[in-house]
């Protein structure tokens, strides 16, 4: 799987857009991108996954840059309770659907009032 | 909301002891998995299950073992506890998606924190 890079932390006020950024340059044709996060040691939360169009659900945007060599995941209207580390993930996925996801050490995003 | 459940959610033990921490899910997935996660650092996928009678050791070596006999059930096992094994340990499940598809979400339980003295 190809190794991502994310910064170590970021800042965001509340009410505003959370852009955080992962580089991704090794990225092979069939590597999905995968943003988890983690918030107070609780158990990682699925958020949003893409292959090479932007998605959009209910708790965030991601945009793959048509290399796909990085990505930005958005959380438009950042709450407090958005404060969590995130994690950037790219992988092939599956084996016999077995998803083995390799979790780096992600961005403290901390969300202030 | 992810139906897997994990206990206990805190343990604390002696050095030599048995633990077993539990790991259910009611939502009929194939896919378990086990991490593990020191705090502030990264996690770590020590053993999975593709399904019942199937268990597979991860990326970090552990001296845990796991057993997988009913779909909803996937137990890890330490038969002698040691200091260096205080750690918070995280389940997780994930559905087959069908062939040609990837993989969808992995959900996590809340995590068994083990503190072993």
């Known amino acids: 799987d190809a190794k991502t890079t994310q910064p170590p932390s970021m800042d965001c006020a509340e009410g505003r857009a959370a852009n955080l950024p992962c580089n991704h340059s090794?990225?092979?044709?069939?590597?999905?991108v995968y943003w988890y996060r983690q918030i107070h040691s609780q158990g990682p939360q699925y958020i949003i996954h893409?292959?090479?169009n932007n998605e959009t659900n209910e708790m965030a945007s991601l945009i793959i840059t048509e290399d796909r060599k990085s990505s930005t995941l958005i959380l438009p209207h950042a709450t407090l309770r958005d404060t969590a580390v995130y994690y950037c993930?790219?992988?092939?996925?599956?084996?016999?659907?077995?998803?083995?996801?390799?979790f780096g050490q992600g961005t403290r995003l901390t969300i202030n009032p | 909301e992810a139906d897997i459940y994990q206990t206990p959610r805190y343990l604390v033990i002696g050095t030599g002891k048995k633990i077993t921490l539990e790991c259910s899910q009611t939502?009929?997935?194939?896919?378990m998995y086990w991490y593990q996660q020191d705090p502030g650092m990264e996690l770590h996928l020590i053993h999975y299950?593709?399904?019942?009678?199937?268990?597979e050791k991860g990326d970090l070596s552990s001296e845990s073992t796991v057993s997988r006999i009913r779909t909803e059930h996937f137990p890890l096992t330490l038969e002698s506890a040691r200091p260096s094994h205080t750690s918070q340990y995280l389940c997780?499940?994930?559905?087959?998606?069908?062939?040609?598809?990837?993989?969808?979400?992995?959900?996590f339980g809340e995590g068994s924190r083990l503190t072993v003295l």
């Open positions: 939502m009929g997935h194939d896919k």
């Open positions: 299950s593709y399904g019942v009678n199937s268990t």
């Open positions: 893409g292959l090479k």
């Open positions: 997780a499940s994930s559905e087959y998606p069908g062939t040609g598809r990837i993989s969808g979400e992995l959900f």
């Open positions: 090794t990225i092979s044709g069939n590597e999905y």
């Open positions: 993930i790219v992988t092939q996925g599956t084996i016999q659907g077995a998803q083995k996801l390799v």
